[in-house]
C-alpha cells in the first residue's frame, strides 16, 4: 500500500460510487476498479461491498480510512516542509475571499506583498465563507478570508475587519426618511439576502426569527452589487457591510443604521490548527497581520 492508494480509498469512500471517485482523483473507473481490487488482493481483506454502482465500506475499509487522513496529511506536511528547505523564496500561496473583502481590501495588499516577494504566486478562490472555511479545514486552502467566530480548537485567526451590516431600503420605503431603524420594523418587508453558502445568509435570518418574525426572502445573489441593484430597484430591503455602503450611490438608495440587534460584520483570515504551513503561507499571515493589526483602534 502507498499514499496513493489511501487516497483512492478515502475518495471511494467519500463517493460511495467509483464512477464519481475516479473523476474526482483525474483517472479512469477502470484504473480505480483494478486499483482497488488490488489492494484488497494485496492485503487478503475486503475494502468495500459493491451493490449495484453503489459500494460501501467494510470494517477493514473503515479501519484504513480512519488512519489514512493522518498519514496522508503528515505526508503532505513534509513535503512541503522538504520544499521550503530547497525553495525558501518561492512558492504557492491557496487564498480563499469571499467577494465583499477580495475587491475592498486585497488587491493593493496583494501587489505590495508581490513586490517583496516575486516569487511567491498567489492563487485566490472566491466563494462564500462557509465554503471557504471547509475548504481551509479540508487542506484545500492554505488561509481565506471568512466570517468570525470559527472553532478555536480547529483554526488560528486573527481580525481584518469589525464593521457592522447597515439597512439598504429605496428612496420610497416609509423608513427612507430615517436614520436608523430596528430589525423588528422590516417584518413585513421582503428581503434580499446572500445565498445560503455566504454565513450572512443564515446569520440575517436567524437574527430575524430572534426578534419575532421569519423574513419573505425575494431573491439570493453571490454578488453584492446586484443585491444593491435590486434594493434600489424597490424590490426589497437588503443588508450590505459598512464598506460596501460607502460606494454606494445615496440617491438611489438610503441607508440606515441598523439597531436592536447590530448584526456585526467581523472578518477574520483563519488558518488550520494542526498543519504544516509553508514559508509562503507564513509569511502571507505574518505580512497581512501586521498590516490589518496596525489598523485596528
Not at 449495484?52 to 467494510?58: A, M, Q
Not at 473583502?101 to 485566490?124: C, D, E, H, K, M
Amino acid at each position: 500500500m502507498d499514499i496513493r492508494h489511501m487516497q483512492y480509498v478515502l475518495e471511494l469512500a467519500r463517493y460511495r460510487n467509483f464512477t464519481k471517485a475516479a473523476a474526482a482523483l483525474h483517472i479512469t473507473q477502470p484504473t480505480l476498479s483494478k486499483a482497488i481490487k488490488g489492494l484488497e488482493d494485496e492485503l487478503g481483506v475486503e475494502l468495500f461491498t459493491r451493490e449495484g454502482k453503489r459500494v460501501e465500506l467494510t470494517d477493514a475499509g473503515r479501519a484504513i480510512t480512519g488512519q489514512a487522513d493522518n498519514i496522508i496529511e503528515s505526508f503532505r506536511n513534509l513535503t512541503r516542509e522538504l520544499s521550503d528547505l530547497t525553495n525558501l523564496n518561492k512558492g504557492v500561496i491557496h487564498l480563499g475571499l469571499p467577494p465583499m473583502a477580495g475587491s475592498s481590501f486585497f488587491p493593493q495588499i496583494i501587489r505590495n506583498f508581490r513586490r517583496q516577494y516575486p516569487g511567491l504566486v498567489i492563487q485566490t478562490v472566491e466563494d462564500g465563507g462557509k465554503k471557504l472555511e471547509m475548504k481551509v479545514a479540508e487542506g484545500k486552502l492554505d488561509v481565506g478570508v471568512v466570517l468570525l467566530p470559527v472553532d478555536k480548537e480547529k483554526f488560528h485567526s486573527f481580525t481584518v475587519v469589525n464593521e457592522s451590516m447597515k439597512l439598504l431600503v429605496h428612496p420610497d420605503h416609509p423608513l427612507a426618511g430615517r436614520t436608523r431603524a430596528s430589525l423588528a420594523e422590516l417584518a413585513g418587508d421582503s428581503f434580499i439576502l446572500f445565498r445560503e453558502e455566504f454565513s450572512l445568509h443564515n446569520r440575517i435570518i436567524e437574527e430575524c426569527i430572534r426578534v419575532g418574525f421569519h423574513p419573505e426572502v425575494l431573491y439570493e445573489s453571490s454578488q453584492w452589487d446586484f443585491i444593491y441593484e435590486m434594493a434600489a430597484s424597490g424590490l426589497g430591503v437588503a443588508l450590505l457591510p459598512e464598506t460596501i455602503c460607502r460606494i454606494l450611490d445615496h440617491s438611489r438608495v438610503r441607508i440606515l443604521e441598523l439597531e436592536d440587534p447590530v448584526i456585526p460584520w467581523h472578518l477574520g483570515m483563519i488558518w488550520r490548527r494542526k498543519s504544516y504551513l509553508s514559508f509562503a503561507a507564513r509569511e502571507w499571515i505574518r505580512f497581512t497581520r501586521e498590516i490589518f493589526e496596525g489598523r485596528q483602534p
